[in-house]
């Protein structure tokens, strides 16, 4: 009988030679006699195991990793399609991998289990349950199953996800739509990625469920153009979804319609702000919106409009298919369900690490991350992306929830950890925030556009150490203007890692730039 | 470059038509004319502006704000590095200096041979095994100095692979 052999095809897996791996592993199988099935799953987000190679076995699946090509006769010499553990790379069951067996994976339970494009795949793993229940159900019905699961939005701003939908619901209007925000744009995330290229038909059936649930008939996803693969992956699974009655004007004959398709954004970072992002899906300069009126209300097109996350939209058809309370059972005070983690950056053991809500940084960086890279001493970590705050180490024993971290001005974001190693610089850091938000800001407000250029300047004088305590006292007052007079939180947030940075490591501010550390 | 890279107006107003029905085509056509062109010409504005009812400075105003599309052509390879955080922490600075000095361009600049256009990103989602760069449309992770030498060489010597 032929073994099934997988080998991830995420965009992690192929930056570190997958599709090398599964070459060698078909020619060197061809050469053997060995009859095997290759299949590319997706990936289990245990990144730094990538090229995780798994075997099928009556036990179970069984893991190799990292896997490179020239590794792969010694793998089959040693047995591994018997997934035989005789090899230092063999990491024996794939379920049994702590780092993988602590998890609490609801939304992320395929990612890596299935061929991401399978339909049947998916059906098999509990896929399209969400739809199907929703499809029987009132629009009101679906809406108070998401309100009661108490998901709130995942893409950092945590508004309640029901409440937003129950907005769209009540607003009448001749066409409504759902929005996915896939602009993930924040460094150390890649868990809407996972998402996409992993298990594309969660994220379209959250969408349809949306739609379903407030009378929207087209949905968009507005995808980053960094990343190539997941439009790939998107495109196809639409269209095997049409195919399928998923999608389409006739959905499973029940006569309701939902159409879906994926726009581009072309690599600006504001646009992952939600009404940027509405302006660029109508094909203009991604120049932030006032609100009020809000999307919800007044979004795409001037009509009322959800628009979500990826993985807010992903969670919804677990909610659905199990029921509110499964989902609210999970997490800590008002933030409910789990948090997909990214644990990144200076980190030795990096990946996805979905959780209840209630775990610390500490359990993070420590347990499942292994400590740093570089093994030397861990310094600092950003939590949420790159206008939220760097954290010491007596931040680091918090519990991860949104009113916990906003209470000492830290923000959970969209959940990425990115670690730094004691060779940091955080003086360098706060002026890349400046740096980052004077590329990327939209130009419509002045405390934005303006301050962040100013912000460089400042921290470059002090760095140098021109009129040190002046531009000091000068810096927070700017930080102070762009936080009260932004309009979004680009130019609203940048000061909150500068902030952070002049806070808890004012020791770097306080050195030459070229100074001689160790 | 091939002759089917070589835009002409006809060719542009093909890609315009094809798309101008979709609600918000100013994207999508501006993608379509860069995938297939590699940049998007001058001389495309005004038949973009014609085509959608839209003036040329507001054309003009859309190409200008999105940092991923170009006036010019590039080299044979656009290659992206990674300047953000996560990649920061694990030595993406010391990558960029070292790329910068290994091509000798700057960022948004071709090298000589027409090889390489160098690009900066900001996070390609690559974050546990950085740095990360791209190269046209595949990401490579883990990426230090040497292996980037190794990657340069092999892009420039990629068109005489004939014999491999």
């Known amino acids: 009988m032929s073994v099934r052999v997988f080998v991830p095809r995420d965009t992690t897996a192929l930056s570190l030679g997958a599709d090398a791996v599964a070459r060698r592993l078909e020619r060197e199988a061809q050469q053997r006699g060995l009859e095997l099935t290759l299949v590319r799953n997706g990936s289990r987000g245990l990144a730094w195991l990538e090229p995780l190679v798994e075997v099928e076995t009556p036990a179970g699946r069984v893991a190799y990793g990292p896997v490179a090509p020239s590794d792969v006769p010694a793998l089959l010499d040693t047995g591994l399609l018997e997934g035989s553990d005789n090899h230092p790379l063999a990491q024996g069951l794939t379920e049994a991998i702590p780092y993988l067996a602590r998890q609490q994976r609801l939304t992320f339970a395929r990612i890596g289990v299935t061929d991401p494009l399978s339909i049947v795949d998916y059906l098999a793993h509990d896929g399209f349950r969400g739809l199907e229940a929703a499809l029987t159900r009132e629009p009101q019905d679906i809406v108070e199953e998401v309100k009661a699961s108490g998901l709130r939005g995942r893409g950092g701003a945590a508004f309640p996800t029901g409440i937003k939908w129950q907005t769209v619901l009540d607003t009448p209007a001749d066409q409504k739509y759902i929005v996915c925000n896939a602009d993930e744009g924040d460094s150390g995330t890649f868990a809407d990625r996972l998402a996409m290229e992993c298990d594309p038909y969660m994220l379209i059936e959250g969408m349809a469920i949306a739609g379903l649930a407030v009378g929207a008939t087209q949905g968009y996803i507005y995808l980053r153009s960094e990343y190539p693969l997941a439009k790939q992956v998107l495109d196809a699974a639409i269209a095997r979804a049409e195919a399928a009655g998923y999608l389409g004007d006739d959905l499973r004959g029940s006569g309701r319609t939902f159409h879906l398709e994926v726009r581009l954004g072309a690599g600006a970072y504001i646009c992952g702000e939600e009404t940027s992002l509405l302006e660029s899906l109508e094909g203009k300069r991604g120049l932030v919106r006032f609100k009020p009126p809000l999307p919800a209300i007044e979004g795409l097109f001037g009509r009322p409009t959800v628009v979500n996350n990826v993985l807010s939209l992903a969670a919804v058809p677990f909610i659905l298919a199990e029921g509110a309370e499964a989902y609210a059972n999970h997490g800590m005070g008002r933030s409910r369900g789990t948090l997909a983690l990214q644990l990144a950056g200076n980190v030795k053991r990096g990946g996805l690490i979905e959780l209840a809500f209630g775990t610390t940084l500490r359990t993070l960086m420590e347990d499942f991350g292994g400590g740093t890279a570089s093994g030397r001493a861990l310094r600092a970590v950003q939590v949420g992306g790159p206008l939220c705050a760097y954290l010491p180490e007596s931040q680091w024993d918090m519990p991860l929830d949104y009113e916990t971290f906003a209470e000492v001005g830290a923000g959970v974001g969209h959940g990425g950890v990115v670690m730094f190693d004691d060779s940091v610089d955080m003086a360098e850091q706060a002026r890349f925030s400046m740096e980052f938000c004077k590329v990327e800001s939209c130009g419509k407000c002045t405390p934005c556009r303006i301050g962040s250029t100013r912000g460089v300047e400042v921290i470059d004088r002090i760095r140098a150490n021109q009129n040190r305590d002046a531009n000091l006292a000068l810096l927070g007052e700017l930080c102070e203007t762009m936080e009260d007079g932004s309009l979004c939180a680009m130019g609203g947030m940048t000061p909150f890692p500068v902030q952070s940075a002049l806070k808890h490591f004012p020791d770097d501010f306080q050195r030459a730039p070229e100074g001689d550390r160790s | ?164």
Request: net charge negative; proline share 6%; glycine share 8%.
């Open chain 2, 1 to 164: 470059m091939s002759d089917s890279r070589e835009w002409t107006p006809q060719a542009i107003q093909a890609e315009i038509d094809a798309l101008k029905h979709k609600p918000g085509a100013l994207l999508p056509i501006l993608h379509a004319i860069q995938d297939r062109f590699g940049f998007v010409p001058e001389g495309a504005v005004p038949i973009m502006a014609e085509s959608l009812g839209q003036t040329r400075a507001e054309v003009h105003g859309v190409i200008s704000f999105y940092h991923h599309f170009r006036t010019s052509p590039p080299g044979r390879h656009v290659l992206q590095v990674c300047r953000a955080e996560a990649c920061q922490s694990v030595g993406a600075r010391a990558l960029e200096a070292h790329a910068k000095k290994r091509l000798g361009v700057d960022y948004h600049q071709t090298t000589a041979d027409r090889d390489i256009t160098l690009e900066a990103v900001y996070c390609l989602g690559n974050c546990a095994c950085g740095p990360s760069i791209r190269v046209d449309d595949e990401i490579r992770g883990r990426i230090t100095p040497e292996a980037f030498d190794d990657l340069v060489d092999e892009l420039r010597t990629q068109p005489l692979e004939v014999i491999g």
